[in-house]
């Protein structure tokens, strides 16, 4: 279906307290833990070092990224995604959540993928939106404004009241990154949060970067500061983030065609407390299958299973998440058509 | 026994005419014989518990310590492999057993495509790159 696909932007996600993609957001400030386009790599020129993730909000987890998408995700209820792609711009879908904890839902999504080609898997601009039955919305716009400058805009409304706005801008140098977001800017009260973040390759194989986030409020403001290192090596990445806000290591390593690990150790300040899971990820394609699994220190067993029910355009999706020291389970399944 | 009868039976003609003097003690013979049905029961085990009295008190109570401690240990080891055996075979559950599942399927699948090749093609056809000797003559009526 062309470029809709290839440029493979995924929907916002659903509104909720946010402050999952920055790490340092002090309580009261929520900011939109908003899923960047998952671009290509990024231009690797010649012999020079190579390039660097976006850094979006939450940009050091492009590095944490490829640990963190070993992961299973954990989801409840029934769902069933419809896509359609109506033309090879433009590309609808429908879903449906029917939940057991909380309202069940409809939400309409749609894509925009603009004809600006920037490269064989991009093309910008890109619009994504999303419209539950209650009227919250989701959107996205993202743009490739120069040859180096990207810059993405993100709205996230609670029925009718906006909870998150976000503006941000990229540059791409030959061997840096460097991006400046505004989340929630308010004039009017004198509010809002700058996040800097710049990641420099220093060997072909290290890249060292830091992140500085300034918030203010009327009568408090503040700033914090952490710093991230990456190391990639022939078969595993391993990412190291140092902070105010704690420490977040995380390793990933691909063992061989069909299986990928990560371990992940994550200590918080602010929630004064630290944890470690381990993941994996089995990807069978004879029998179109991807299996991931995982096990926590809080006692946490998960699974996700995704199946392609060939021929028929289907996948299935179950997931399955025990949480043995509270003694809950819940589980969930998924189905999308198209 | 005689003896004894004779006694029993002098006491009690001493004692009838006798209203003032209260007579506490049973006859002997009951005596006798009640100490001994009570004493038979209850002395085995006190008298075995008795026997532990010949050793002295430090060890007395060290072996009382380490029998407490062991029914403790028994206790806490078995509440221990129950609840190691759940979580173990739940986390098994969720984490090993679709992917077995899967690849068995898998594997069956294989098995059975390979065997009706075989049938159709005649034996060797299953193997990749076995064509000698089983050429089919389709390519002549063509």
Known sequence: ?338 | MIKSEGNVSVKARELSPDSGRVETRPPEGEIEGDDEDEELDETLLERLWGLTEMFPDSMRSAAEVSAQCSLSVAKKLYSFSRSALWVGTTSFMILVLPVVFETERLQLEQQQLQQQRQILLGPNAGMSGGMAGMMPPAPGKL
């Open chain 1, 1 to 338: 279906m062309g470029s809709v696909l290839a440029a493979s932007a995924p929907s916002p996600p659903p509104p909720g307290p946010g402050g999952a993609g920055l790490v340092s957001v002090p309580p009261g400030f929520t900011m939109p833990s908003v899923s960047p386009v998952s671009v290509t790599g990024g231009s690797i020129n010649g012999q020079l070092k190579t390039d660097h993730p976006l850094p979006n909000p939450g940009a050091f987890e492009e590095c944490h990224r490829k640990c963190k998408e070993i992961f299973p995700m954990q989801m409840e209820g029934v769902r069933i995604t419809v896509n359609k792609g109506l033309s090879n711009n433009f590309q609808v879908n429908h879903t449906t959540l029917l939940s057991t904890l909380e309202d069940s839902s409809y939400r309409f999504g749609a894509t925009y993928v603009g004809t600006k080609q920037t490269g064989p898997a991009e093309a910008f601009p890109v619009m994504v939106g999303d419209m539950d039955n209650s009227g919250s919305l989701n959107a996205q716009v993202i743009h490739q404004i120069t040859d180096k400058v990207r810059s993405k805009l993100a709205f996230q409304t609670q029925q009718q009241k906006f909870v998150n706005w976000q503006g941000d801008a990229e540059f791409r140098g030959k061997d840096f990154t460097a991006a400046v977001t505004f989340g929630n800017p308010d004039v009017l009260v004198g509010s809002g949060i700058v996040v800097a973040h710049y990641l420099q390759s220093v060997t072909s194989s290290l890249a060292l970067g830091g992140e500085l986030v300034y918030h203010k409020r009327p009568g408090e403001e503040g700033t914090v500061m952490s710093l991230a290192g990456r190391y990639t090596g022939s078969n595993f990445i391993a990412t190291l983030t140092l902070g105010g806000a704690g420490a977040h290591v995380s390793y990933y390593h691909k063992a061989n065609d069909q299986l990928q690990v990560g371990v992940e150790l994550e200590a918080s300040t602010r929630m004064q407390d630290t944890s470690v899971s381990f993941g994996y990820q089995l990807d069978v394609p004879k029998a179109n299958l991807v299996f991931k699994g995982s096990l926590d220190s809080n006692w946490v067993v998960g699974a996700t299973l995704e199946k392609k029910l060939q021929p028929l355009p289907l996948s299935l999706a179950l997931c399955a998440f025990l949480n043995h020291r509270k003694n809950k389970f819940q589980c969930g399944f998924g189905v999308t058509i198209g």
